[in-house]
């Protein structure tokens, strides 16, 4: 959401009502003008009855007007002016002297040809020519940009400095690419000090990273700290309905940019025109055209006089190569997720906008995030606040956060689900099953809370483990240790019930997940060696793989996978029973208690073994 542009659609909706308002003032105002004049007109009479009226002594005033005769009574109520036609009553005016009305005839001023010309011919003209503007005005805008009127106009737009409103203070945890950017920036305050010494700096940067990482509020912050105009568009604005349009816009884009240089061109989803071209039929020919364009004009353009072009994706694997060559693209910058402190820091960035009380430990809330993104830790933020205002609380506690941090996991509490006995204590096994086989072992992260409050994601109850530190690295043992964590759930069913339940399944898909990687991306495998057999093919989006063997390879494979997950499996239902007295004490305790934190579940544990 925060990434959509400030100056959206609201512009274009707001001068299609202003012209269709003025279209309805004009039609209104001539109404009232054609009322007005035609108000209190004269009524035509018939000559016999204009007589009538003179002989009953009604009449009041009469008016002689060219071959008219106008009458006006003398009720005082009756304000209508009469019309008759002069017949060429030969009595007229013996009649009129015999009725002693006053009456006498008027003589018409010519108008001057001139103003008659104006008010007969320019002015109608005039009104006609501003009621169709109107109106062909109105309808243009409700047919949208990339009709006929606009064509090659482009959407860019200008926003500066005051309207991004970011700078680096706003992104935090993504060192690097400040660092980075920082450079461009000052290239931008200052393109002489560069181009003294003869350093180029490159014409365009690509953010690269996964979605939420903070690429579109990085570009927004180099604006604001430049203080140089700011061009943004979308890759999808480029693709147009019509074959053409996009390289208009595109040509368009780079001439108003140069003209306003220095400055900065972002372009953000760049793989949306920047796919790379192939000759498969069906080739999309308009966003081909796009990207030639876009290819050319940074070809075209003179670096030295501070045009910079940012870009952010985050596949860029399905960029076309000739957009990263030398003198385009060359520099790529990674936006990844956050760190340890990263996470720390951003959460600290967000937390300047709530009011959080002065003891929340925002450590804690980080080493519970691990892989979060930036956006997804400010979600985590306004969640808390959000439960501080359920709670009617003014300040955001540590619970608070805790719970939010539950809440974008794995969903929200459903505090009303009714789960019956039978099941609660299945699932209380199963997690205390997790929780104990990762006790047990040494390669394990240390268990932080338990609990079998049901959420609205579907999970039943989960088990959550915090490492005391950050982990990049993985080991053989370690992956082992979590996939047989992973089986104790399954495995304290069976031992405890005689068979599984379902509530198993997303642990068997992390597991066979794990398994699968170990053999045919990490090497770890017993067989295979150091040989890959799979690749990733889309990094920042789900990391899809796919297989890169033979058949009969793939099917050793998961043979491999298989064995992984058997030996593991057994080894957790091992665990458990030489422990099942403290499976059963534990569940209990947890039946009872419904969330319990690592720290009660460590000293039910050491209570046990201090019995024994
Ligand atoms: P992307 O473009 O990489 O998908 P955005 O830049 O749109 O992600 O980030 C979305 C939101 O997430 C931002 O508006 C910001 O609130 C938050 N966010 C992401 N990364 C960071 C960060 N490093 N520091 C602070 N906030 C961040
Ligand atoms: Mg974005
Ligand atoms: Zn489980």
Same mark, same amino acid.
């Given at each position: 959401?925060?990434?959509?542009?400030p100056?959206?659609?609201?512009?274009?909706?707001?001068?299609?009502?202003?012209?269709?308002?003025?279209?309805?003032?004009?039609?209104?105002?001539?109404?009232?003008?054609?009322?007005?004049?035609?108000?209190?007109?004269?009524?035509?009479?018939?000559?016999?009855?204009? +007589?009538?009226?003179?002989? =009953?002594? /009604?009449? @009041?005033?009469?008016? #002689? &007007? %060219?071959?008219?005769?106008?009458?006006?009574?003398?009720?005082?109520?009756?304000?209508?002016?009469?019309?008759?036609?002069?017949?060429?009553?030969?009595?007229?005016?013996?009649?009129?002297?015999?009725?002693?009305?006053?009456?006498?005839?008027?003589?018409?001023?010519?108008?001057?040809?001139?103003?008659?010309?104006?008010?007969?011919?320019?002015?109608?003209?005039?009104?006609?020519?501003?009621?169709?503007?109107?109106?062909?005005?109105?309808?243009?805008?409700?047919?949208?940009?990339?009709?006929?009127?606009?064509?090659?106009?482009?959407?860019?737009?200008?926003y500066v400095e005051?309207q991004t409103g970011k700078?680096?203070?706003? +992104?935090?945890?993504?060192? =690097?690419? /400040?660092? @980075?950017?920082?450079? #461009? &920036? %000052?290239?931008?305050?200052?393109?002489?000090?560069?181009?003294?010494?003869?350093?180029?700096?490159?014409?365009?940067?690509?953010?690269?990273?996964?979605?939420?990482?903070?690429?579109?509020?990085?570009?927004k912050a180099?604006a604001g700290?430049?203080?140089?105009?700011f061009?943004?568009?979308?890759?999808?604005?480029?693709?147009?309905?019509?074959?053409?349009?996009?390289?208009?816009?595109?040509?368009?884009?780079?001439?108003?940019?140069?003209?306003?240089?220095?400055?900065?061109?972002?372009?953000?989803?760049?793989?949306?025109?920047?796919?790379?071209?192939?000759?498969?039929?069906?080739?999309?020919?308009?966003?081909?055209?796009?990207?030639?364009?876009?290819?050319?004009?940074?070809?075209?353009?003179?670096?030295?006089?501070?045009?910079?072009?940012?870009?952010?994706?985050?596949?860029?694997?399905?960029?076309?190569?000739?957009?990263?060559?030398?003198?385009?693209?060359?520099?790529?910058?990674?936006?990844?997720?956050?760190?340890?402190?990263?996470?720390?820091?951003?959460?600290?960035?967000?937390?300047?906008?709530?009011?959080?009380?002065?003891?929340?430990?925002?450590?804690?809330?980080?080493?519970?995030?691990?892989?979060?993104?930036?956006?997804?830790?400010?979600?985590?933020?306004?969640?808390?606040?959000?439960?501080?205002?359920?709670?009617?609380?003014?300040?955001?506690?540590?619970?608070?956060?805790?719970?939010?941090?539950?809440?974008?996991?794995?969903?929200?509490?459903?505090?009303?689900?009714?789960?019956?006995?039978?099941?609660?204590?299945?699932?209380?096994?199963?997690?205390?099953?997790?929780?104990?086989?990762?006790?047990?072992?040494?390669?394990?992260?240390?268990?932080?809370?338990?609990?079998?409050?049901?959420?609205?994601?579907?999970?039943?109850?989960?088990?959550?483990?915090?490492?005391?530190?950050?982990?990049?690295?993985?080991?053989?043992?370690?992956?082992?240790?979590?996939?047989?964590?992973?089986?104790?759930?399954?495995?304290?069913?069976?031992?405890?019930?005689?068979?599984?339940?379902?509530?198993?399944?997303?642990?068997?898909?992390?597991?066979?997940?794990?398994?699968?990687?170990?053999?045919?991306?990490?090497?770890?495998?017993?067989?295979?060696?150091?040989?890959?057999?799979?690749?990733?093919?889309?990094?920042?989006?789900?990391?899809?793989?796919?297989?890169?063997?033979?058949?009969?390879?793939?099917?050793?494979?998961?043979?491999?996978?298989?064995?992984?997950?058997?030996?593991?499996?057994?080894?957790?239902?091992?665990?458990?029973?030489?422990?099942?007295?403290?499976?059963?004490?534990?569940?209990?305790?947890?039946?009872?208690?419904?969330?319990?934190?690592?720290?009660?579940?460590?000293?039910?544990?050491?209570?046990?073994?201090?019995?024994?």
């Amino acid at each position: 959401m925060p990434s959509s542009t400030p100056n959206g659609k609201k512009p274009k909706d707001q001068r299609l009502k202003r012209s269709m308002l003025a279209y309805y003032l004009g039609l209104l105002l001539l109404v009232i003008l054609i009322n007005v004049l035609m108000d209190d007109g004269p009524e035509q009479i018939d000559y016999s009855r204009f +007589v009538q009226l003179l002989e =009953e002594d /009604k009449v @009041a005033v009469v008016q #002689l &007007v %060219d071959d008219q005769i106008a009458v006006k009574l003398k009720d005082p109520a009756d304000r209508t002016i009469y019309v008759t036609a002069d017949v060429g009553d030969p009595q007229l005016t013996d009649r009129l002297l015999k009725s002693g009305v006053s009456f006498g005839g008027v003589i018409q001023k010519q108008m001057s040809p001139l103003l008659s010309t104006f008010l007969y011919m320019v002015l109608p003209f005039l009104l006609m020519s501003l009621l169709g503007g109107l109106l062909f005005r109105s309808v243009s805008k409700r047919m949208g940009p990339g009709n006929a009127m606009s064509f090659g106009k482009s959407n860019a737009k200008v926003y500066v400095e005051a309207q991004t409103g970011k700078t680096f203070a706003d +992104v935090a945890g993504q060192d =690097e690419a /400040k660092e @980075a950017l920082t450079e #461009l &920036v %000052d290239f931008l305050h200052d393109p002489e000090k560069y181009s003294k010494i003869g350093a180029q700096l490159p014409k365009g940067a690509l953010l690269v990273g996964p979605p939420g990482t903070g690429k579109t509020l990085l570009a927004k912050a180099v604006a604001g700290e430049a203080g140089v105009p700011f061009f943004s568009i979308s890759g999808s604005e480029f693709v147009e309905m019509f074959v053409g349009m996009g390289a208009a816009r595109v040509r368009d884009l780079f001439k108003q940019a140069q003209e306003k240089a220095p400055c900065i061109v972002f372009i953000d989803e760049i793989d949306t025109i920047g796919k790379r071209r192939d000759n498969a039929v069906g080739g999309n020919d308009e966003r081909e055209q796009t990207l030639n364009q876009l290819l050319s004009e940074m070809d075209g353009f003179d670096g030295s006089r501070g045009v910079i072009i940012l870009a952010a994706t985050n596949r860029p694997e399905s960029l076309d190569p000739a957009l990263l060559r030398p003198g385009r693209f060359d520099r790529r910058i990674p936006v990844e997720l956050p760190d340890l402190q990263g996470r720390e820091a951003i959460l600290k960035v967000h937390a300047r906008d709530i009011k959080a009380e002065p003891g929340v430990n925002w450590n804690v809330i980080a080493r519970a995030t691990a892989g979060a993104s930036g956006a997804e830790l400010a979600n985590i933020v306004n969640e808390g606040a959000l439960r501080a205002v359920r709670c009617q609380r003014n300040a955001v506690t540590q619970q608070d956060l805790e719970e939010a941090v539950e809440t974008v996991i794995a969903g929200y509490q459903r505090k009303g689900a009714a789960v019956n006995e039978k099941e609660k204590q299945i699932v209380a096994y199963h997690e205390i099953g997790h929780a104990l086989v990762a006790a047990m072992q040494r390669d394990s992260a240390p268990v932080h809370k338990i609990t079998i409050v049901p959420r609205t994601s579907g999970a039943l109850g989960y088990t959550m483990q915090v490492d005391e530190q950050e982990r990049r690295l993985m080991s053989r043992e370690e992956a082992l240790a979590k996939i047989s964590t992973l089986t104790g759930g399954r495995a304290a069913e069976e031992l405890v019930f005689g068979s599984g339940s379902s509530g198993a399944s997303n642990d068997i898909e992390q597991a066979t997940k794990l398994a699968r990687t170990m053999i045919t991306r990490y090497g770890m495998s017993a067989h295979f060696d150091m040989m890959a057999l799979e690749t990733v093919t889309n990094q920042y989006l789900g990391a899809d793989s796919s297989f890169i063997c033979s058949p009969e390879t793939a099917y050793q494979a998961d043979q491999e996978v298989l064995e992984i997950i058997k030996t593991c499996h057994a080894r957790a239902s091992e665990i458990l029973s030489a422990n099942i007295q403290k499976l059963h004490e534990l569940a209990a305790y947890l039946l009872e208690k419904e969330t319990i934190t690592g720290e009660e579940f460590m000293a039910v544990m050491g209570r046990n073994s201090a019995a024994q």
